[in-house]
C-alpha cells in the first residue's frame, strides 16, 4: 500500500549491493514519469546512459544490445503500475549479463504477476508496534528523552492511530512536535478524530484513484458498511448493488487496499484507508448528505429522517 515505504526499503537495497555490480541504475517514479510525453522513451534513454555511460544510444543498435548483454547490471524500477513499463525497461526487448538483478516496486501484485512467478513477489508489511512507536518518537520528540517518557501512554495513542505505516507515522509525528503540553497533546489526538492528517490521506489515496469504477464503488462500500464481515457475504451484498464482486475484490487485494483473513475469511481494512473511504463519501455531498448513495454516520442518519429527507437511489 502507499506509504508503506517500498521505494525506501528497495533505494537501501540498492545502496548496498551496487558495488557488486558492473553498472547500475535506479530508476524513481516509473510510473509518474511514463504518463509524460515520450516518458518511457526518456527513461528507456537514461537507463542507457546510466548503464553504459554514454549519451545518444539508440537500444535497436547492435552495439548497445551486445553491450548489456555482457554486463552484470542491478537496476530498480520504483512505482511501476504497467507491465507494459517493465517490458521496454527490463523485459524481452533488453537482455542483461549474467547475474544480472532488477526490483521493482509496484502498489499492484497483479503488474508483477505478470511479469514474474508468485514466489518472486514479497509484500511489504507494516512496522511492528515498537518499532512503530520509536520512529514516531524519533520525530514527535527528537532528541529529548525526557519528554519521551512522559508522554509514552499519549504517543502510544497516536501510532494506534495510523497502525504500522512508516510514512504515515513520520508524518503524524512531525504535527505534534509543536505540542507543547499534554493537553495540546489530547486536543490534537482529538482531532485526528474528526479531521484526519492531509497529507497522510494524499499519499494513500493515490491507490484508490487508480481504480476503475467497479472498484471504486466497492471499495467505498467496503469501508462503509462490510470491513471485518465474511467474503461471502460482502459479495451477496455487492451483487445486490451491482457491482462485480469477485472481480473487484480480488484487484482490491492485489493493490493493498483490502486484505482477507486466512483462516475467518473476513475482509479486512486498515483504519487509515478505512478513513479515506468515509472522507470521500462525505466529499461527495458535503452540502446536503441527503443526496448520497451511502449513509453510514449516526448523525447523519438520525438528522435526515428526522427531517425527512432522505430520498431513495
Given at each position: 500500500?502507499?506509504?508503506?515505504?517500498?521505494?525506501?526499503?528497495?533505494?537501501?537495497?540498492?545502496?548496498?549491493?551496487s558495488?557488486?555490480?558492473?553498472?547500475s541504475?535506479?530508476?524513481?517514479?516509473?510510473?509518474?514519469?511514463?504518463?509524460?510525453?515520450?516518458?518511457?522513451?526518456?527513461?528507456?534513454?537514461k537507463?542507457?546512459?546510466?548503464?553504459?555511460?554514454?549519451?545518444?544510444?539508440?537500444i535497436?543498435?547492435?552495439?548497445?544490445?551486445?553491450s548489456l548483454?555482457r554486463?552484470k547490471?542491478?537496476?530498480?524500477?520504483?512505482?511501476?503500475?504497467?507491465?507494459?513499463?517493465?517490458?521496454?525497461?527490463a523485459?524481452?526487448?533488453?537482455?542483461y549479463?549474467?547475474?544480472?538483478r532488477?526490483?521493482?516496486?509496484?502498489r499492484?501484485?497483479?503488474?508483477?504477476?505478470?511479469?514474474?512467478?508468485?514466489?518472486?513477489?514479497y509484500?511489504?508489511?507494516?512496522?511492528?508496534?515498537?518499532d512503530?512507536?520509536?520512529?514516531?518518537?524519533?520525530?514527535?520528540?527528537?532528541?529529548?528523552?525526557?519528554?519521551?517518557?512522559?508522554?509514552?501512554?499519549?504517543?502510544?495513542?497516536?501510532?494506534?492511530?495510523?497502525?504500522?505505516?512508516?510514512?504515515?507515522?513520520?508524518?503524524?509525528?512531525?504535527s505534534?512536535?509543536?505540542?507543547?503540553?499534554?493537553?495540546?497533546?489530547?486536543?490534537?489526538?482529538?482531532?485526528?478524530k474528526?479531521?484526519?492528517?492531509e497529507?497522510?490521506?494524499?499519499?494513500?489515496?493515490?491507490?484508490?484513484?487508480?481504480?476503475g469504477?467497479?472498484?471504486?464503488?466497492?471499495?467505498?462500500?467496503?469501508?462503509?458498511?462490510?470491513?471485518?464481515?465474511?467474503?461471502?457475504?460482502?459479495?451477496?451484498?455487492?451483487?445486490?448493488?451491482?457491482?462485480?464482486?469477485?472481480a473487484?475484490?480480488?484487484?482490491?487485494?492485489d493493490?493493498s487496499?483490502?486484505?482477507?483473513?486466512?483462516?475467518k475469511?473476513?475482509?479486512?481494512?486498515?483504519?487509515?484507508?478505512?478513513?479515506?473511504?468515509s472522507?470521500?463519501?462525505?466529499?461527495?455531498?458535503?452540502?446536503?448528505?441527503?443526496?448520497?448513495?451511502r449513509?453510514?454516520?449516526?448523525?447523519?442518519?438520525?438528522?435526515?429522517?428526522?427531517?425527512?429527507?432522505?430520498?431513495?437511489?
Open positions: 500500500m502507499g506509504g508503506i515505504r517500498k521505494t525506501t526499503l528497495s533505494e537501501t537495497v540498492f545502496h548496498r549491493l558495488s557488486k555490480f558492473e553498472a541504475c535506479f530508476l524513481r517514479n516509473v510510473r509518474e514519469n511514463s504518463e509524460q510525453t515520450d516518458g518511457l522513451y526518456r527513461l528507456q534513454n537507463l542507457l546512459k546510466e548503464i553504459l555511460k554514454e549519451e545518444g544510444l539508440s535497436g543498435s547492435t552495439f548497445v544490445r551486445e548483454s554486463t547490471v542491478l537496476i530498480v524500477l520504483d512505482d511501476v503500475s504497467d507491465s507494459m513499463q517493465i517490458e521496454h525497461l523485459g524481452i526487448r533488453l537482455q549479463g549474467t547475474g544480472s532488477i526490483i521493482i516496486t509496484s499492484d501484485r497483479s503488474t508483477l504477476r505478470q511479469i514474474v512467478e508468485e514466489d518472486k513477489i509484500k511489504v508489511e507494516g512496522l511492528k508496534p515498537d512503530a512507536l520509536q520512529l514516531f518518537c524519533s520525530r514527535a520528540f527528537k532528541n529529548n528523552s525526557t519528554r519521551r517518557t512522559d508522554y509514552k501512554e499519549l504517543a502510544e495513542k497516536a501510532v494506534d492511530c495510523v497502525g504500522g505505516i512508516p510514512l504515515a507515522l513520520v508524518l503524524l509525528g512531525s505534534f512536535l509543536n505540542c507543547k503540553s499534554k493537553e495540546e497533546w489530547e486536543d490534537e489526538l482529538n482531532k485526528l474528526q479531521f484526519p492528517n497529507n497522510i490521506q494524499r499519499v494513500l489515496r493515490l491507490s484508490y484513484d487508480g481504480l469504477r467497479n472498484e471504486k464503488e466497492i471499495f467505498l462500500d467496503i469501508a462503509c458498511f462490510h470491513k471485518g464481515k465474511h467474503v461471502d457475504y460482502v459479495k451477496k451484498m455487492l451483487a445486490i448493488r451491482g457491482f462485480f464482486a469477485g473487484g475484490i480480488r484487484v482490491l487485494v493493490m487496499l483490502i486484505s482477507i483473513h486466512s483462516t475469511k473476513t475482509i479486512e481494512m486498515h483504519d487509515l484507508l478505512q478513513e479515506i473511504g472522507t470521500i463519501v462525505h466529499e461527495q455531498c458535503i452540502e446536503d448528505p441527503a443526496k448520497r448513495n449513509l453510514f454516520n449516526d448523525v447523519d442518519i438520525y438528522r435526515l429522517l428526522k427531517s425527512n429527507t432522505v430520498r431513495a437511489k
